[in-house]
């Protein structure tokens, strides 16, 4: 049975500027579902317990980035071997149904204006909706909006849709960043228990897009890179970053345990990066893997240039970079097994074009996972019952299938990456092709 709930009017089809957003699996859905005991290919494993829940941008009005648009969550229910039911829900902000501006006249920001499109994580107990330009929006794990989430009262700023859980302390590291006046960006960090407890700014020279960081056992590092605001794009209405060939790239290095202490900086090459793989500690200084562009929304917005898999190894003691492409395979996205976050992983795996990609992180070797014409989302790492490893378990994700326009979620055993899935659960709508979520294990 599928439930229809009746929301805000969505026009479906957006404006054709350059970009492939807003037609085929790029377009909004116009309806909120509800269905139970979804149809199954293959066989779910039985000790699967839990939510899979993904954000993206669900745009109702035929204008602006895709970026901009309001964030809707996908969520399949798996328990005892089946899809006990699929949700799609839009984030209901406090600027949902009566938008009001992020940023007042006086140029400061009313961080509950949130379109909380990018991300979905759970520290604490708290499942949070995020957008790096606001606070968080906290949602029940069945997709309905709690509010806003501010830290009781103590955060005032922006949370990044990137927040980094260590996995030894259970400590939430994040950044906020986009005040137009400095600081440009702040470092915060929350307890376990979920108290914030570190709030310090980051010297930076102007705003940049920081939309990711690293975290390693011992350090976080800030990424300082050419991708600028830019207040006549911003005047005009358009996404309102620039890429800027006399700002420089660098990374910022602090200390966990010194955490308002300096903060050392390393050049590098100039390049963008969204999104980060991993990052871990050496005897001599750190390593940070993510998918890497050369450069990035050079006169628009748009994505006509491909990010690969690169390392970045910091000699702490020498100040030295050493800069390595690992593969010249398109991706991004990359996800590692998040028990791994801040040590050293293997494997991390990414969107390619038609499939999935599993990077060995030491080698560069690569091991493709083919779905076809199907367009696949992120995938997420859920470890299985045993011992620990990046084997034991599986690889989830929404898949789009093009022959009857609808998705999967597909499930994939990390022990056979290149081979067919043990399952595919058959979602009752198409699933947009959005950007991040996670497993709640039950």
Known sequence: MTETVNPPTTDATLPEDGQAFGVGNYAPVPDELTEYDLDVEGAIPPD????????????????????????MIHG???EDGRAKWYRNRWVRTESFVDPFPLYREDGTRNLRSSVANTHVV???GKTLALVESSLPYEVTNDLETVGVYDFGGKLVDSMTAHPKICPTTGELHFFGYGNIFEPYVTYHRANAKGELVIDRPIDVPAMTMMHDFAMTAEHVVFMDLPVVFDVDVAAAGGMPFRWDDGYGARFGVLRRDDPFGEVRWFDVEPCYVFHVANAHDT?????VQAARYP???????DFDVDAVMWSWTIDLASGRVTERQLDD???????????LAGLPARYAVSVAKNGWVRHDLGTG??????????G????????????????????????YDPGRDGSDLVILDAADFAGDPVARIKLPTRVPYGFHGNWIGA
């Open 76 to 78: 399949v229910r798996v």
């Open 365 to 374: 070797a690569a091991v493709a996972h083919d779905l076809g014409d199907g």
């Open 48 to 71: 699967l317990d839990g939510w899979y829940l993904r954000n993206g941008p669900n745009p109702r009005q035929a204008e602006g980035h895709w970026f901009t648009g309001d964030g």
């Open 295 to 301: 450069e990035l929304w050079r006169d628009a917005a």
């Open 376 to 399: 696949p989302g992120e995938a997420v790492f859920v470890p299985a019952p045993g011992p620990a490893g990046e084997s034991n378990g599986y690889y989830l994700g929404y898949v």
């Open 283 to 287: 005897v001599d200084g750190l390593v």
């Open 122 to 124: 759970n520290h604490a």
């Open 329 to 339: 395979l398109s991706v991004e996205f990359p996800r590692i097994d998040d028990r």
